[in-house]
């Protein structure tokens, strides 16, 4: 059984930072190109980055280039956002997610619809 659970969610200030964790088992992520998204209140899930697993090329949303950074640890089967100089824009829950043998235009194109497995997703609120 796949199972993806983030941590590393909470409360921070405008300019702080935090580091998302996502935990797989069940798979094998070197095999995966995982992603992060987010959902705002009352908004739509986007896709705040992504990596593949092949050529490792990525992509992150404008809102989040030179902030946000994904990695991920294959000895550890899991995968990391490392998120710098918060804004309260940036408040969201945010899901992990990943998709075998995919490429990041593949995601751009279909958006969740292209993700095979998610986690429940972690809060994390900016305040001013």
């Known amino acids: 059984q796949v199972q993806l659970v983030e941590s590393g969610g909470g409360s921070v200030k405008t300019g702080g930072s935090l580091r998302l964790s996502c935990a797989a088992s069940g798979v094998t992520l070197r095999y995966y190109t995982i992603a992060w998204f987010r959902q705002a209140p009352g908004k739509e899930r986007d896709e705040v980055t992504c990596i593949s697993n092949g050529d490792g090329n990525t992509y992150y949303a404008d809102s989040v280039k030179g902030r946000f950074t994904i990695s991920r640890d294959e000895a550890e089967n899991t995968f990391y956002l490392r998120m710098n100089s918060l804004k309260p824009e940036d408040t969201a829950v945010y899901y992990c997610?990943?998709?075998?043998?995919?490429?990041?235009?593949?995601?751009?194109?279909?958006?969740?619809?292209?993700?095979?497995?998610w986690g429940k997703g972690t809060l994390v609120t900016v305040s001013s």
């Open positions: 997610a990943a998709v075998q043998a995919s490429t990041v235009m593949n995601i751009l194109v279909h958006g969740r619809e292209a993700m095979s497995y």
